[in-house]
């Protein structure tokens, strides 16, 4: 047996002490990480900071794929855009007398097929991140969309603080009758069940602007990779609570099973508060264009400008949507066509 030392005394308790403050300091950190910790992530990247790419690539031109041969414009759209513009890109093609070949797909494929030059526009429903600014590609904002968070009908809940939506995702708001509705009275006696779906992980927006990291959400969360699965867990679930866009909400015909929540007393349908900041949550609607030799494609960018234009025909209230010239008025900052930053 080791002798008992002044010198194995002072080891013991500097063991012992080590082992309290691990036990103690998580939560001291964690607490102060919480009151100082910029929950939101960024909106928007730098319009100046490029991707860099070999100059093999930058001389490579645009070619189509199969489903695009003969096409005066081949087109990639992720699926939200693609629901809101077919109609004008349509009806532009059927003006022009010209072949628009269009796909619907997500960010992702979008962004590969731009990276692969196998189209001459993507569409996107988040602002470019920094791996999205190719040579050559020009970014275009079409305006933003209001993102809805969705309960089921029978929740009595209409409307929720941005503290307190963000509490709720965080896991530190359990239960609805921790809430009060309009009226003062405590929502119902049911569990919470929190849904996300942290699409498009690389670039800055969307679901960011609650909740910047994966990781800040709490343990409960459920996450999906796919609209219809959101939109069919909420309606299926009275404790449910998620988010989409109201054009989606259409698309797959969950109108009336699931029910729109107000934040801070305002709705994602609401253009004015979207404009004015006063909804904080939304999608950036984004097209592309090629500039530059054997990429550029003048029939693509003037269905951009037009795009652009037609945008301001949509039903504001229906979507949600605020275009380009509404932001601008709002304050919205640009860089030329592409939104870079919110007002204020």
């Known amino acids: 047996m080791n002798k008992l030392t002044w010198k194995n005394l002072s080891l013991y308790a500097g063991m012992l002490f080590s082992c309290a403050a691990l036990l103690i300091m998580p939560a001291l950190n964690t607490d102060a990480g919480d009151a100082n910790m910029d929950l939101r992530g960024k909106a928007f990247t730098n319009p100046s900071e ?45 003006e022009k007398n010209i072949k628009i070949a269009v796909r619907e797909g997500t960010c992702g494929i979008a962004a590969g097929m731009l990276a692969g030059k196998t189209v001459d526009m993507g569409g996107f429903c988040c602002p470019p991140g920094k791996e999205d600014r190719l040579p050559g590609i020009k970014f275009h904002t079409l305006g933003i969309v209001g993102k809805a968070f969705l309960v089921h009908p029978a929740n009595t809940v209409d409307s929720l603080s941005t503290e307190q939506l963000t509490n709720i995702f965080r896991g530190k708001i359990y239960r609805w009758s921790e809430l009060k509705m309009s009226n003062g009275q405590q929502g119902p006696d049911w569990p919470i069940k929190t849904i996300a779906r942290l699409h498009c992980i690389s670039r800055p927006g ?13 343990p409960s969360m459920k996450e999906v990779g796919s609209i219809p699965d959101m939109l069919a867990l909420v309606a299926a679930s009275r404790e449910s609570i998620g988010s989409e866009v109201l054009s989606m909400v259409e698309k797959y015909k969950y109108g009336g099973k699931v029910k729109i929540v ?7 349908n609401n253009p004015a508060d979207l404009a004015s900041f006063k909804y904080p949550y939304y999608r950036t609607y984004t097209i592309t264009t090629w500039q530059g030799k054997g990429v550029e494609n003048p029939k693509a960018r003037r269905l951009a400008e037009y795009l652009m234009n037609a945008v301001e025909t949509l039903d504001p209230a229906r979507f949600g949507f605020v275009p380009s010239s509404g932001l601008r008025k709002a304050g919205w900052k640009y860089s030329g066509s592409e939104l870079v930053g919110e007002p204020g």
Do not use: C
């Open 50 to 94: 490029k991707f860099v790419m070999p100059a093999e690539w930058i001389k490579k031109p645009v070619k189509y794929e199969s489903w695009a041969e003969g096409a005066d414009i081949a087109i990639m759209l992720e699926q939200d855009v693609y629901q809101t513009i077919l109609p004008l890109i349509q009806r532009y093609a059927k």
């Open 206 to 218: 969307h679901w960011r602007l609650m909740l910047d990291k994966d990781e800040y959400y709490g």
């Open 262 to 268: 107000k934040i801070n007393g305002h709705s994602p």
